[in-house]
């Protein structure tokens, strides 16, 4: 105890004198080393802070466990003088005085942090709790207390604290003051009607920015009906383009009654300026056989998915009515982004019937119409895979190798890039093209190209169809022209704009200790604070930090960036493996070691396993769907019953358990791969042998991919393609291999699955 004590004493007079002295000639191992090793001097400290803070946050905590966690608060502060956290620790303290009754006490404490505390955070959390309790008697002195500190709203609860002081102008009927407050928050349907009454008053102040931004909170907060009504008004009080008015119709047409559509369009038909976008908003809604042959490409795009979509639910494809209806859209203007969506669909129906011809011909007449000529061009990656397969069903060999190469290029490392590389493999040699000679190939147009698309280009292709060894060679090549164009992107931990955070040592020591201490939403405002706004960049730094201590549940809004587009995903294949790690961790090996030990005969690795449990759970032991799957492989109920006995688990097991789950889900999923191949396998776990069938007597696919393409589920078909790249991301990080394709896809291939039948 005797050293305990003067350790800790030792401890404050070194930290004191630290935060007295300039951080700034501190080497990087210094500052690291001193971050650490102060941490680490009040580990116990933090321990228990979050064990108090964890606490007093259950909602249903007992009056005896809340006076034990304020006594014990009190003895932590007088014992620990420079604990980091001190001020969060004495509001901490004051909650629990307000959770016993002394509210008194607790206004004291607030007063006094917001008085004398220099972490502005705490300070605005404390002017929160007394601005509540001023306003019951006072309106005037809550409203001046909250506008005196105003300065200090940064980030963190910036929206919370405008909705309050919106609330106290409009029960003061200060309305010309909420009129500016109300742009920082998007309201809540209950507060709807004061929103209005507010904007009644203040609209004609609002400049043309300021309405298009209230107009998006509403349409945001779902309140359609006053969107609508304020949209008019915008419509017909600025002076805004086709495309602007375009898009507001659409979010009327799709979201709002039919008197509020009604209404809009009376609205814009008067308008001589918007004729043409009343016509093609009005052949929208009736979904009229006439061609919206315009210059409308948003309108268009969405009433051709419209019609589209029709046959791309459950399996119910039509190629003649699907290619028709893309014809007619190919008639007129197109955008991009709905050229992706619309397709796609075309290409499913035709792949449904074999019809590889009418497949590559709509993406031929597509690109030309979007004048994507340039060899380097293409729409999505899924769009330039089906491409080069029709083109392959073909034989027309030299147009699938070009598609495929996009494929890979567009994202190498997913599952459309697995077969598009085993595709390449297989039409060199029906090319009788030495695999050597086409790698010679594609240096020589690295080299020859001039421009930075080209290298870019063969760079990011030669990554994947080169010899292993060359990969960190054009793994940098492609960071090089990637950070030559967008400096400020990143690749590494070590990257200069992933360590900006370190820049300012106090800054980033509390961003450590407030996510060790669960306080997330305080971590990421400091990042914010330091004007980190890339999303990408601060998902990086709050995992980084979240998944040293395992919290999978805090890191899933964190891995949701990484999405199916953007720039995490697309460039995954060239982060450093640190890096990676962080997207693909191993928690669970040892349990799914002994998992993979009971199978008595299986083609899993553990990689598979992972890639499963990734796309099911995010490795939350205790996550449950909607449908009542449960933990980390997602097993149903009734599904786990069934394999239990077969395992010989008895009753005896916890789905929400991490060994009983993993030992259940993967004797569940090495059975359906065992009988079926990978492909089909995955299809069952998600969706079921049902849909597998109906599509296999409907439309015979050629092969498995064919089959997961036209599944008539849309879960399931990204459910499949999710998981393969999971298992791939993870070959590859761990193993340095891509060969997951040697499970054997056609074993059994016309067998059913009866096991859990």
């Known amino acids: 105890m005797k050293c305990k004590i003067v350790c800790r004493i030792t401890f404050s007079i070194i930290l004191v004198s630290f935060f007295a002295i300039s951080v700034v000639f501190f080497a990087e191992p210094a500052k690291m080393f001193y971050i650490e090793n102060t941490i680490e001097a009040q580990y116990y400290e933090l321990e228990e802070f979050k064990s108090l803070y964890n606490s007093l946050n259950y909602k249903n905590a007992k009056y005896k466990d809340i006076l034990y966690v304020n006594n014990r608060l009190k003895t932590f502060i007088d014992e620990n003088k420079v604990f980091f956290l001190k001020d969060e620790a004495r509001f901490l303290l004051a909650k629990s005085y307000e959770r016993l009754g002394n509210r008194p006490k607790a206004i004291q404490i607030y007063e006094d942090i917001l008085d004398n505390s220099s972490d502005n955070m705490v300070k605005l959390d404390a002017l929160f709790e007394l601005v509540e309790e001023m306003k019951k008697s006072s309106l005037s002195k809550a409203i001046k207390l909250a506008e005196t500190y105003e300065y200090i709203v940064k980030n963190y609860k910036k929206t919370e604290y405008y909705k309050m002081l919106t609330e106290l102008y409009y029960k003061a009927n200060l309305l010309s003051k909420a009129g500016r407050t109300i742009q920082y928050y998007i309201p809540e349907k209950k507060d709807i009607s004061k929103y209005e009454v507010i904007l009644s008053i203040n609209w004609k102040k609002y400049s043309k920015e300021e309405k298009r931004k209230i107009l998006s909170s509403l349409f945001n907060s779902r309140s359609y009906s006053s969107y609508t009504k304020y949209a008019i008004k915008y419509v017909k009080e600025e002076d805004l383009s086709d495309s602007e008015v375009e898009e507001i119709g659409l979010n009327i047409i799709n979201f709002a009654s039919r008197d509020d559509k009604k209404n809009f369009l009376k609205t814009i038909k008067v308008l001589p300026q918007y004729v043409g976008v009343t016509y093609e908003l009005e052949s929208f809604i009736t979904l009229s056989e006439a061609n919206i042959d315009s210059y409308s490409s948003k309108v268009r795009g969405e009433y051709y998915y419209r019609q589209l979509k029709q046959y791309n639910r459950r399996g119910s ?108 493999e297989d039409i060199l040699g029906d090319l009788k093209v030495s695999y050597n000679k086409y790698i010679s190939t594609l240096k020589e147009n690295y080299e ?231 492909l089909k396998g995955l299809a069952f776990y998600n969706g079921g042998v049902r849909p597998v069938n109906k599509i296999n007597k409907n439309f015979s696919p050629e092969n498995e991919l064919e089959l997961i393409e036209i599944h008539p589920y849309k879960e399931t078909r990204g459910y499949v393609k999710k998981i393969l790249t999971n298992y791939l991301r993870y070959k590859l990080l761990y193993e340095n291999r891509d060969n997951i394709l040697s499970i054997n896809e056609s074993k059994k291939k016309n067998e059913k699955d009866n096991s859990y039948n």
């Open 448 to 678: 020859k190209s001039t421009d930075y698309r080209g290298k870019l280009f063969y760079s990011r292709l030669l990554f994947v169809m080169d010899d292993n060894s060359k990969k960190d060679y054009w793994r940098n090549e492609v960071i090089s022209l990637t950070k030559k164009y967008y400096p400020d992107t990143f690749f590494d931990l070590q990257d200069s704009s992933v360590n900006i955070i370190k820049s300012d040592l106090n800054i980033y020591l509390k961003f450590l200790v407030f996510l060790r201490s669960g306080m997330t939403d305080k971590a990421e405002a400091l990042l914010l604070d330091l004007n980190i706004n890339d999303k990408n960049l601060r998902s990086v730094l709050m995992l980084r930090e979240i998944l040293k201590n395992k919290n999978f549940s805090a890191a899933r809004k964190y891995y949701d960036v990484m999405g199916t587009e953007g720039f995490i995903n697309e460039n995954f294949a060239f982060f450093s493996k640190e890096l990676q790690m962080i997207f693909y961790p191993l928690p669970y090996d040892s349990e799914i070691t002994l998992a993979l030990s009971r199978l008595e005969e299986t083609q899993l690795d553990k990689y598979l396993v992972y890639a499963v449990i990734r796309g099911e759970s995010m490795y939350i032991p205790k996550s449950r769907s909607r449908a009542g799957a449960r933990g980390l492989m997602q097993l149903m109920p009734s599904t786990a019953r069934l394999v239990s006995r077969k395992v010989k688990m008895g009753k005896n097991y916890n789905l929400y358990d991490p060994l009983d789950n993993i030992i259940l889900g993967t004797a569940y999923l090495n059975d359906v791969i065992q009988n079926h191949g990978l």
């Open 317 to 424: 494809y039509n190629e003649t009515k699907a290619r028709k209806i893309y014809e007619n859209y190919l008639a007129g203007e197109m955008e991009v982004e709905m050229v992706k969506k619309n397709l796609m669909i075309a290409i499913r129906n035709m792949l449904a019937f074999k019809k590889y011809d009418d497949l590559t011909e709509l993406t031929e007449k597509t690109e030309e119409k979007l004048g994507l000529t340039n060899y380097f061009d293409y729409i999505a990656q899924d769009i330039s895979f089906w491409t080069a397969y029709g083109y392959m069903m073909n034989e027309e060999k030299t147009n699938a190798l070009k598609y495929f190469e996009k494929t890979i290029v567009q994202i190498p490392d997913t599952y459309f890039a697995i077969y598009a590389k085993s595709y390449i």
